[in-house]
């Protein structure tokens, strides 16, 4: 296990007895920051790439509610000596937001770092503290959830920060319908909750991104915001469509010298020992579902070509022991199949654009969100069944885990067909996994929020 973090235990600590005294009301209206200019809700993200083509830097995120003169880290190994300095770009898409993200320098593998953001004008932020990326051969521990909001989450956002709080955790890999804010005219339609309920969520959870990266994927939540105020405002309604409070608020390795994506829509890295390449299941291949309402979302690339060139160059690295693709949404699910275990719908036209590749570079893990329970397959292929054994399966095992949380609630599988390919659902619970990773083994853990426990586990094993 790894060292525990004390400053995410203190912060967590305080945040999680206010949120579970004070509710889902007093969070919403206590999102801001203390000044104008004070950076909040900060996150991190894995940046650069080495030559093995493990990540060796990380990006630091976070927002103002006023421009500064510089967007500014200053960091080192010690947090009364903050000797390395790096400077960044903020933007706005809707004031008074403004996000800035810094790309530090290349960083020494599996080392305590300290850190403040922000300007000497304008304020720092406390020294908060991150481990950078691991060697390549290094086991590792991920923190899976999808789909979280400030509705029905409390509990699993509480074990979560309690997770991160004790150690041993490398990052959040989060996948896509992040905060809802599309969704909060549904409490309050005559208030505009679109920007208040990003900055809520963000900060609530910046006990546990400030200290580790948290790994984005857009969801459909993310394409705009349809509420009455969005919808007969055209300022409004052009600030946020086609994701551009996802596109703006995060920073993930897109650049040339790491994913080479040039887009925050879809990206890769590598850690440890293990390849994740996470794509846009909204947009840009045939068939895509585009959930927008009253703007056109779109355009950002070409993403099949990008993600088969992305899989082959990982498939090619001797230092990846395995390959993990993540996107929004699932091709299997209980509740997009027929009896006999074809898909159906929307997630008939994603199996087209990838399951091929996902099958030719042995693609071990497909993991999503979108429907708000959680299921688990055996390895399956072209919907049919490839063993029932996860010992060196021979076609990728996939995961749904819509179940961080949300306005929406549970998605229920009552009555719905159990064909072959499917191992495990629960629609009775909220929760996150843990995935744990060493040369060998990729066990996985899927733990109520209510309590920690785990309510589904499974390990995949390599004998060759």
Same mark, same amino acid.
């Given at each position: 296990?790894?060292?525990?973090?004390?400053?995410?235990?203190?912060?967590?600590?305080?945040?999680?007895?206010?949120?579970?005294?004070?509710?889902?009301?007093?969070?919403?209206?206590?999102?801001?920051?203390?000044?104008?200019?004070?950076?909040?809700?900060?996150?991190?993200?894995?940046?650069?790439?080495?030559?093995?083509? +493990?990540?060796?830097?990380?990006?630091?995120?976070?927002?103002?509610?006023?421009?500064?003169?510089?967007?500014?880290?200053?960091?080192?190994?010690?947090?009364?000596?903050?000797?390395?300095?790096?400077?960044?770009?903020?933007?706005?898409?809707?004031?008074?937001?403004?996000?800035?993200?810094?790309?530090?320098?290349?960083?020494?593998?599996?080392?305590?770092?300290?850190?403040?953001?922000?300007?000497? +004008?304008?304020?720092?932020?406390?020294?908060?503290?991150?481990?950078?990326?691991?060697? *390549?051969?290094?086991?590792?521990?991920?923190?899976?959830?999808?789909?979280?909001?400030?509705?029905?989450?409390?509990?699993?956002?509480?074990?979560?920060?309690?997770? +991160?709080?004790?150690?041993?955790?490398?990052?959040?890999?989060?996948?896509?319908?992040?905060?809802?804010?599309?969704?909060?005219?549904?409490?309050?339609?005559?208030?505009?909750?679109?920007?208040?309920?990003?900055?809520?969520?963000?900060?609530? =959870?910046?006990?546990?991104?400030?200290?580790?990266?948290?790994?984005?994927?857009?969801?459909?939540?993310?394409?705009?915001?349809?509420?009455?105020?969005? =919808?007969?405002?055209?300022?409004?309604?052009?600030?946020?469509?086609?994701?551009?409070?996802?596109?703006?608020?995060?920073?993930?390795?897109?650049?040339?010298?790491?994913?080479?994506?040039?887009?925050?829509?879809?990206?890769?890295?590598?850690?440890?020992?293990?390849?994740?390449?996470?794509?846009?299941?909204?947009?840009?291949?045939?068939?895509?579902?585009?959930?927008?309402?009253?703007?056109?979302?779109?355009?950002?690339?070409?993403?099949?070509?990008?993600?088969?060139?992305?899989?082959?160059? +990982?498939?090619?690295?001797?230092?990846?022991?395995? =390959?993990?693709?993540?996107?929004?949404?699932?091709?299997?699910?209980?509740?997009?199949?027929?009896?006999?275990?074809?898909?159906?719908?929307?997630?008939?036209?994603?199996?087209?654009?990838?399951?091929?590749?996902?099958?030719?570079?042995?693609?071990?893990?497909?993991? *999503?969100?979108?429907?708000?329970?959680?299921?688990?397959?055996?390895?399956?292929?072209?919907?049919?069944?490839?063993?029932?054994?996860?010992?060196?399966?021979?076609?990728?095992?996939?995961?749904?885990?819509?179940?961080?949380?949300?306005?929406?609630?549970?998605?229920?599988?009552?009555?719905?067909?159990?064909?072959?390919?499917?191992?495990?659902?629960?629609?009775?619970?909220?929760?996150?996994?843990?995935?744990? =990773?060493?040369?060998?083994?990729?066990?996985?853990?899927?733990?109520?929020?209510?309590?920690?426990?785990?309510?589904?586990?499974?390990?995949?094993?390599?004998?060759?």
């Amino acid at each position: 296990r790894r060292m525990a973090r004390p400053a995410v235990a203190a912060a967590a600590t305080a945040l999680i007895v206010a949120c579970t005294l004070a509710g889902v009301s007093a969070r919403f209206e206590s999102a801001f920051a203390s000044s104008a200019t004070a950076p909040w809700q900060i996150h991190l993200a894995l940046a650069g790439r080495g030559s093995d083509g +493990a990540s060796n830097s990380m990006a630091v995120s976070w927002v103002t509610n006023a421009t500064t003169a510089t967007s500014t880290v200053q960091y080192g190994t010690s947090a009364s000596a903050l000797t390395s300095s790096a400077t960044g770009a903020s933007n706005s898409y809707y004031a008074p937001t403004v996000n800035h993200h810094v790309v530090l320098g290349t960083l020494a593998p599996a080392t305590r770092y300290f850190y403040r953001c922000g300007d000497a +004008a304008g304020g720092w932020s406390s020294v908060r503290a991150f481990t950078s990326a691991p060697a *390549a051969d290094s086991a590792i521990s991920v923190m899976v959830v999808g789909d979280q909001g400030l509705y029905n989450s409390n509990d699993t956002v509480n074990l979560m920060l309690r997770t +991160a709080a004790a150690g041993g955790v490398d990052f959040l890999h989060h996948l896509g319908d992040i905060s809802y804010a599309d969704d909060a005219f549904l409490h309050d339609p005559l208030k505009f909750g679109y920007e208040p309920t990003w900055n809520t969520y963000m900060q609530w =959870i910046e006990p546990l991104t400030s200290a580790m990266p948290m790994m984005v994927m857009p969801g459909n939540h993310e394409s705009e915001c349809h509420s009455p105020i969005c =919808i007969f405002s055209k300022t409004k309604k052009e600030a946020f469509a086609n994701f551009s409070a996802y596109n703006h608020r995060f920073r993930m390795p897109t650049g040339p010298d790491e994913s080479n994506s040039g887009t925050n829509m879809w990206s890769s890295f590598d850690y440890g020992m293990v390849h994740f390449a996470n794509i846009d299941t909204e947009t840009d291949y045939p068939g895509a579902p585009l959930d927008d309402y009253f703007s056109k979302s779109g355009g950002f690339g070409r993403q099949l070509e990008w993600l088969d060139a992305d899989l082959q160059r +990982a498939r090619a690295n001797p230092a990846t022991k395995w =390959i993990i693709v993540s996107g929004h949404r699932p091709i299997y699910t209980l509740n997009g199949c027929n009896a006999d275990g074809s898909i159906t719908g929307h997630h008939l036209k994603l199996q087209a654009a990838i399951e091929g590749m996902l099958h030719k570079y042995k693609v071990d893990l497909y993991l *999503a969100g979108h429907v708000h329970s959680y299921e688990r397959s055996y390895p399956v292929f072209n919907a049919s069944l490839v063993s029932t054994s996860y010992t060196d399966p021979a076609a990728t095992v996939h995961m749904v885990v819509g179940t961080g949380g949300d306005t929406e609630g549970h998605s229920s599988y009552a009555g719905k067909p159990r064909p072959s390919w499917h191992a495990a659902d629960n629609d009775q619970d909220f929760g996150m996994a843990i995935m744990s =990773i060493d040369a060998n083994t990729l066990s996985w853990k899927f733990m109520r929020g209510t309590n920690g426990t785990v309510a589904d586990e499974f390990t995949i094993t390599r004998t060759k």
